[in-house]
């Protein structure tokens, strides 16, 4: 047996030929042959015949080798395996024929196959990590989960030991240790002497960053540092774009290795899934800033109507939070929304319109204006509170309505109240004149056909009965122009007032040419008034001076215009008192006795209610014995600066 | 039935129906008056006088305010009717604002006086109404009654 003449010479040959390995051992375990192959496969002493298997090979105690050896030989029956040589460092397929006199085993390396076989499943493995991860990340959970799903996935796709993601900070251009996973303590941040060059080269390049062994690399200093822990290689990836950098995902590994191109491109496509994601939630965070900053109420709606956004203020009109609100559907919150609602109506418009659709709505006592604006997915919609506005509106409908309505029924009373004093002065022109003609004519026909009858004290009476019938037929004659001053439509036109005045003093000196009245009119006087009606004005101020000024020595009357616009009448005839100046513009207030100057008492009353009735204003100065000046303005009056 | 010229005088008042008859008498004016209270009667009258070729007024003064028919309706009457229409007819008025009626009126009545409550005045309008209308006018032809007259 120690020769290995357990084989024949020949058969030996063949052996040594084969490109199998091939050994042989006896009943007790004992190497009886082992060809070139082997030899070389396993790294065997020349020594090895007649040495227990296992103490050739220490390394294959426990394992898949020894187990199905030993079954083998027990069921004596043939066995076939593939397993992983820690002698060789190979793969081996193995085939092992039992026999009573030992055991026959041919081998060949399949490492090849085997590791292609690997780098298949690997590859599967990660493209489904790829996908499941994806689909995390378009299913909207927390940023947070997202990135530790990255980082063990990183980890147990390459195996690393040590994973950090590092977060750009952007206003400083700096970077932080976001999350890391399996340090004991501390991370790279602490440990490095040069600040993380080997971080901010991949982000601030855009590109992976990998060192299979960090001890001979000269591009970093920082890579000494990990060195220095124990890390010995690293893939650093950064996330986001070299103009939009977020961050870096980093693997660390303990001992040197090369780490594949389709790993580098694994964690290139978390990364890039990441930095999608961040941004996505970058820019809904930035969206609900704003809709949450403006305080009008804001809900988006996908094409079912269901909520796919709603701010704060929106849900606070149903007593919602806005996160219980998501995904439900509208109608759910209120009738508006059943099909036949109007907000239904008007959401389907806008969807199927695909345009902008605004209409108010009456909810719970408020009134909300609501914008729809139609967008691919669904319509936003923009709510404004108008209560305020619309209770305002309604109120001043419901005002203008009422004053409509009294200003109606005044004018319905003031035309019959017009109507009235009509026909009340109608009356009075007629009927109390008539009875005045007949005690003037009666009286007349006494004093002629009864002449001789009468002493002088009766017809002196009948002459006092007469005047008292003129006095009286006068009055009513005043009343009836004051009423009628009343009613009068006004029509303005631009007047020449000294002319006008000019004319009235005609008509005084013609009335009395015995009287001697030094009369000033200032030329240019101007201002917009009814004819008749400032006629009327200018003869009664002028009258009443004219009438005033009977005893004065030098009778003077004064008409003209104060730089302040005010048209003046002025005289220097018997004045007033002012203690009575309130009683001056009163229907039937004298402040002189009817005997000293005759006088109706109802001229400065009508004077007053003409200049009222053009919108002007009349006042009186004067003292007893000193003269009287009536101030008064009319539209039109042309004022000196 | 007269067939002297008579003036036909509507007036309610009696006191004005008096103090007229005194101007006509002060203006010597003779001629007879017949005298209607109100402007039904005077409508009653004017109609059935050309219904029954009764003479007409040579001259007809008219108050403006009459119970029943007014002073105007009863000039409208007057022009209405072809038989009546160019009597002169004069119109009493109490009041000045009824100058603003009249004047609408101007072109159907051939002259109006108003009653002042001086009787002088009232006589001298009366005087110059009178001297116009009875001695200078001469009547216009008697269009409706001529038939009648003979």
Redesign the interface.
């Known amino acids: 047996m120690a020769d290995g003449s357990v084989l024949r010479p020949d058969l030996s040959l063949v052996l040594e030929r084969i490109t199998d390995g091939f050994f042989a051992l006896d009943a007790e375990w004992r190497f009886a042959y082992m060809n070139a192959e082997a030899r070389k496969l396993l790294h065997a002493r020349e020594d090895f015949l007649g040495v227990f298997w296992l103490d050739a090979f220490p390394k294959a105690r426990g394992r898949l080798f020894e187990r199905e050896y030993r079954r083998a030989m027990r069921d004596q029956r043939p066995v076939q395996f593939v397993e992983y040589s820690q002698t060789a460092n190979r793969w081996f397929e193995v085939k092992a024929y039992p026999s009573p006199d030992g055991l026959s085993v041919y081998f060949r390396d399949v490492t090849a196959r085997i590791e292609a076989q690997q780098e298949v499943e690997r590859t599967a493995r990660r493209q489904q990590a790829l996908i499941d991860f994806g689909r995390a990340a378009l299913s909207g959970g927390s940023y947070e989960s997202l990135v530790t799903d990255a980082m063990e996935l990183v980890r147990d796709v390459l195996d690393a030991n040590v994973i950090e993601l590092y977060e750009y900070v952007r206003p400083s251009g700096t970077f932080r240790v976001r999350q890391a996973l399996g340090w004991e303590r501390g991370s790279a941040l602490d440990l490095a002497d040069a600040p993380l060059e080997h971080v901010r080269r991949a982000i601030e390049n855009g590109e992976p960053f990998v060192s299979s062994d960090v001890r001979i690399e000269a591009r970093a200093r920082s890579l000494a540092a990990l060195a220095k822990v124990g890390i010995l290689s690293c893939v650093c990836v950064p996330i986001g774009s070299v103009r939009d950098p977020l961050g870096a995902l980093v693997a660390y590994h303990p001992k040197p290795r090369t780490v594949s191109a389709v790993d580098v491109r694994f964690v290139e496509a978390l990364a890039q899934t990441l930095a999608e994601s961040a941004r996505a939630l970058e820019s809904n965070r930035r969206m609900a800033q704003v809709l949450e900053s403006i305080r009008d109420a804001f809900v988006a709606v996908d094409r079912e109507l269901r909520v796919t956004y709603v701010n704060a203020r929106m849900a606070s009109f149903w007593s919602e939070s806005p996160l219980d609100m998501i995904g439900r559907p509208l109608a759910h919150f209120t009738d508006q929304f059943a099909d036949d609602g109007i907000s239904h109506r008007h959401f389907r418009e806008a969807l199927e319109g695909d345009r902008a659709v605004t209409f108010e709505l009456n909810f719970t006592e408020r009134w909300l204006e609501v914008r729809l604006y139609p967008f691919s997915d669904g319509v936003a919609a923009y709510v404004r509170d108008i209560t305020r506005r619309k209770t305002e509106q309604q109120r001043i409908v419901a005002l203008n309505l009422d004053l409509e309505r009294r200003v109606a029924e005044r004018t319905k009373q003031l035309e019959l109240a017009n109507k009235e004093l009509e026909s009340f002065?109608?009356s009075v022109?007629?009927d109390l004149?008539?009875?005045?003609?007949?005690i003037?004519?009666?009286s007349?026909?006494l004093v002629e056909d009864y002449r001789e009858r009468l002493d002088d004290q009766g017809r002196n009476y009948l002459e006092r009965v007469?005047k008292a019938?003129?006095r009286m037929?006068d009055l009513i004659?005043a009343l009836?122009g004051l009423s009628?001053v009343a009613r009068a439509h006004i029509s303005m036109q631009p007047l020449d007032l000294s002319a006008i005045a000019a004319d009235v003093a005609g008509d005084l000196r013609d009335g009395e040419p015995e009287r001697e009245v030094e009369i000033e009119i200032e030329a240019g006087l101007e201002a917009h008034g009814e004819s008749g009606l400032i006629h009327a004005v200018f003869a009664n101020l002028m009258g009443n001076a004219w009438k005033f000024t009977r005893k004065s020595p030098h009778p003077l009357i004064r008409v003209g215009r104060l730089p302040s616009g005010e048209f003046f009448v002025a005289d220097n005839g018997a004045g007033f008192d002012m203690a009575y100046s309130n009683k001056l513009f009163g229907a039937f207030q004298r402040l002189h006795a009817a005997d000293e100057y005759e006088g109706t008492g109802i001229g400065l009353a009508t004077v007053a209610r003409i200049v009222h009735r053009h919108g002007g204003a009349i006042r009186a100065d004067g003292a007893p014995g000193a003269g009287a000046t009536f101030y008064f303005t009319l539209p039109g009056s042309r004022t000196e600066e | 039935m007269s067939t002297k010229p008579y003036i036909l005088l509507v007036e309610d008042n009696p006191d004005d129906v008096e103090l007229t008859r005194r101007a006509f008498a002060k203006n010597h004016i003779a001629n007879e008056v017949m005298v209607l209270n109100d402007g039904a009667q005077a409508v009653e009258f004017l109609s059935g006088a050309v219904r029954e070729g009764r003479a007409l007024p040579q001259v007809i003064l008219l108050d403006l305010k009459l119970p029943k028919v007014s002073g105007l309706e009863v000039l409208e009457h007057i022009r209405a009717d072809r038989a009546t229409c160019l009597i002169p007819t004069v119109i009493l008025t109490s009041s000045k604002q009824d100058e603003d009626l009249l004047a609408g009126y101007r072109l159907g009545v051939n002259s109006y006086v108003r009653k002042p409550v001086d009787f002088n005045e009232f006589v001298e309008a009366v005087r110059q109404v009178g001297l116009y209308w009875l001695v200078l006018n001469e009547a216009p032809p008697a269009a409706g009654t001529g038939g009648v007259m003979s």
């Open positions: 002065s109608y022109s007629h004149r008539a009875p005045l003609r007949a003037d004519g009666f007349q026909a007469r019938a003129q037929a004659d009836l009628k």
